[in-house]
């Protein structure tokens, strides 16, 4: 079943400023993904010139997205309401950051420290976008047990531990500990332990109740009450016009009581002994959930870390679980999987996002990049409109000083580089075939768009030209004139002219000069005006892409602003201590908790540190790679999308943002870039071949790295202390590169 949640209208944080509603009709940027974004409908960020009021009910001439949050009605700007006491304001989130999220879609589990779910917040087991179960109490002995700890164990289980002094001579000293272990599947088993020095017949109460609340409703505060509930099997009913639960128990309780949705069991524990309540939520008729990333079904390789920093394995491992929890199958060819963007709001398909991890996860294989370039590709607009050839993405925010930008031109520029990657890691040629007449189109649509410009405009008229989508177009024009070539299609030289006069235009037209050397403009108005604001955006223009024997292509700027570049990513106003932030600390309207206002946000420092080692600014990567590692550790090595971009000290730890997905595809992918950055693998299945350039400076000491694919067969590579790389498996007949 799909997940009623994707892709980013807007994915920033709540707005509380007023803001202007969406024009009525579609505009040309406004292509959109099938499915809706929980965070974009209920929030609209700040420093976008679009967007309006979310999380009221829909008022005449609104539509309603699938996650039962309207989007807002057409009209003048929207007056701004003063929050009560009463309510939360209408725009702002659930906080997510202290909830332990267990992810195994279609199905989640959100829980506080606590362990119990009382039905507040975004608590619950959640399917296909739909809460199943707000509440689940138990009481021991007529009292709530007392929590002591809570942690995630696996990405779709997490263990609770409370304890209770039962004995009347036990003293302080509690001599009852109940264990619930809650997975993403809608199972939770409950464990009492005794170390009582006598038998112990205890009464177990478990108090259940739900809304069959979507999670879009949830988010926005407006879920409704409870529902009546009703005795079914050997547990509780409930049943809405939308949608059905139950929850069945074993052993079968004692007692249910449909009025007080509870169930009671009298338990009887010896000295020592242990008794299990097991409970499953499940929508009536269904089994139970089988996730695509278990076993032989993933499409990603196993791959392991050992060496020198204890952190890198742990980060590895827990990366390729919140992976695996991320996959989805489409359902209109379910041997193609793809990654959601994240949990709990992003809990579908966000094109661009699913196509930058894919990229990002190559060093596990191609299967995923397949699985996603094919979905995709059924979604590509067809037809003689200047629109054809695009892969639909709706609008996101870009910041303060942008507007929005528009997700669909970065996924199809996406397109062809993932696939010519792809078949540099090695993609059968049969399987890369079959999808190069959807890269032509989108090729075709890159050429059509620039017209006899220099630059690919922005699909909003009169909107600025970005400086990362020009990096996103070259890259597109270079390697996809290289996987026409490859496969004698025309094409391929009109794309290298036009990219050549894109370079030896850009660093005239893009380049604002100060007295520190100078940097890039995060964009240029129609008019000429240079938009001189630094951000992490301006890291893609060190991401070059993979060609043939390893090499990467030549970058936009030349040599000494490249330099002047990498000085600036590097430097303490965009080096967080904990990673990049999205916008430099002294540009106006800096927050470290914007989400491209200031925060960090893994993916852009994991594609900064790649073209910063891949250029030999190997002091910078290493600066901003050791911050992110340290940033992970903090986190239980579970990377968020995003978190603050306050500055590192002694002592202190990265500040968590409130509307972070957690997991998220594109931080666990980042993960996998960043590691695979050390060891430098440069593949070229084509030829044969395989280059390593390794961070010779080796910022984490030795390590080693197992399980890769290349050529699609397993790859093992380690690195020295002093730089050095050697490969320890690969496919037979590939070839070590110069």
């Known amino acids: 079943m799909p997940l009623p949640s994707t892709p980013d209208t807007h994915d920033d944080i709540p707005s509380f400023r007023r803001s202007v509603p969406r024009p009525a009709r579609a505009r040309d940027d406004d292509t959109r993904a099938p499915l809706a974004d929980i965070r974009s409908q209920a929030t609209r960020p700040t420093g976008s010139r679009l967007g309006g009021p979310i999380g009221r009910a829909p008022s005449a001439g609104a539509t309603t997205g699938a996650q039962g949050l309207p989007h807002p009605p057409t009209g003048g700007p929207a007056t701004p309401q003063a929050p009560t006491s009463a309510t939360r304001r209408p725009t702002e989130l659930p906080p997510a950051h202290t909830t332990l999220i267990c992810v195994a879609l279609p199905g989640l589990a959100i829980s506080t420290d606590q362990g119990q779910l009382n039905g507040s917040g975004l608590e619950g087991f959640y399917r296909a976008g739909r809460r199943m179960l707000s509440r689940c ?57 005794s170390t009582a020095p006598r038998p112990l017949r205890l009464p177990v109460e478990v108090s259940l109740g739900t809304d069959l609340a979507e999670l879009g409703a949830v988010a926005s505060g407006s879920a409704g009450p409870e529902l009546p509930a009703s005795v079914h099997d050997s547990g509780l009913r409930w049943s809405c016009a939308n949608g059905h639960s139950t929850v069945t128990a074993h052993p079968p309780p004692a007692d249910a009581l449909a009025s007080a949705g509870l169930l009671r069991w009298e338990l009887e524990l010896p000295p020592g002994g242990t008794r299990s309540v097991e409970l499953r939520v499940r929508p009536d008729g269904a089994g139970p959930i089988r996730p695509v990333g278990r076993g032989a079904t993933s499409p990603l390789a196993q791959a392991g870390v050992a060496g020198d920093d204890p952190v890198a394995a742990a980060l590895l491992h827990t990366c390729l679980q ?27 398909m966000a094109p661009a996002d ?34 054809s050839g695009m892969i639909p993405g709706p609008r996101r925010d870009a910041g303060p000083h942008l507007p929005p930008g528009c997700t669909g031109t970065e996924a199809t520029l996406l397109f062809p580089v993932l696939l010519a990657e792809a078949r540099r890691w090695g993609l059968p040629e049969q399987e890369t075939e ?4 959807v890269a032509e189109r989108c090729l075709r649509w890159l050429r059509g768009a620039v017209g006899g410009g220099a630059y690919l405009p922005d699909p909003r008229p009169g909107g600025p030209l970005r400086c990362e989508t020009q990096a996103h177009a070259y890259r597109a024009a270079l390697l996809g004139a290289d ?20 370079r030896s235009r850009f660093g005239a037209d893009f380049w604002v000069e100060d007295r ?60 967080s201590g904990w990673g990049l932030r999205s916008l430099g600390a002294k540009e106006a309207a800096y927050n470290p ?30 600066s901003l790679l050791r911050g992110v590692l340290a940033a992970a550790e903090s986190f239980g090595h579970r990377l968020p999308e995003m978190y603050a971009g306050e500055q590192r000290t002694a002592g202190s730890a990265p500040l968590p943002h409130p509307a972070a997905c957690r997991p998220a595809a594109t931080a666990a992918a980042a993960g996998v870039l960043l590691l695979t950055t050390l060891v430098g693998i440069r593949p070229d299945a084509p030829a044969g071949t395989v280059t390593l350039r390794p961070v010779r400076s080796a910022p984490l000491g030795e390590i080693g790295m197992t399980g890769l694919r290349v050529a699609g067969a397993p790859f093992a590579v380690r690195v ?5 790389a050697m490969v320890e498996e690969a496919a037979d007949g590939l070839q070590l590169g110069v």
Not at 180 to 191: F, K
Not at 434 to 437: A, R, S
Not at 520 to 536: C, Y
Not at 720 to 724: E, H, K, V
């Open 137 to 193: 109490q138990v009481r021991v002995a007529g009292r709530e047990p007392l929590a002591v700890q809570a942690r995630m164990v696996t990405a779709d289980r997490a263990r609770f531990i409370a304890t209770l002094c039962v004995s009347a001579d036990a003293g302080p000293d509690p001599d009852v500990m109940v264990e619930r272990t809650r997975y993403a599947d809608g199972t939770e088993r409950i464990t009492l332990h």
């Open 720 to 724: 020295s202390r002093l730089g050095l």
């Open 322 to 348: 919140d992976l695996e929890a991320l996959l989805l199958r489409d359902p209109k060819n379910p041997s193609d999987t793809h990654l959601a963007a994240g949990a709990p709001w992003r809990c579908g």
């Open 483 to 502: 996987l026409l070539d490859a496969y004698g299609r025309p094409g391929g030289p009109a794309l290298r002219d036009w990219a050549g006069e894109l």
């Open 434 to 437: 079959e999808l190069l007449p």
């Open 516 to 575: 520190g050397g100078g940097r890039p403009a995060a964009a240029r108005t129609p008019d000429g005006r240079l938009v001189p604001h630094l951000g992490a955006g301006a890291a893609h223009l060190l991401d070059t892409g993979l060609l043939g024997s390893g090499e990467h292509a030549p970058g936009l700027l030349d040599k000494v602003r490249t330099e002047q570049l990498a000085r600036l990513l590097g430097g303490p106003a965009m080096d």
């Open 593 to 622: 908790f914007g989400h491209r206002g200031g925060a960090v946000r893994v993916q852009e420092t994991a594609v900064a540190v790649a073209g910063l080692a891949g250029a030999g600014y190997e002091k910078e990567a290493s």
């Open 354 to 387: 699913a196509l930058v991890a894919a990229r990002m996860t190559l060093p596990l294989g191609t299967r995923l990049a397949a699985g996603t370039l094919r979905t995709l590709a059924r979604t590509q607009l067809g037809g003689r409109e200047r629109q």
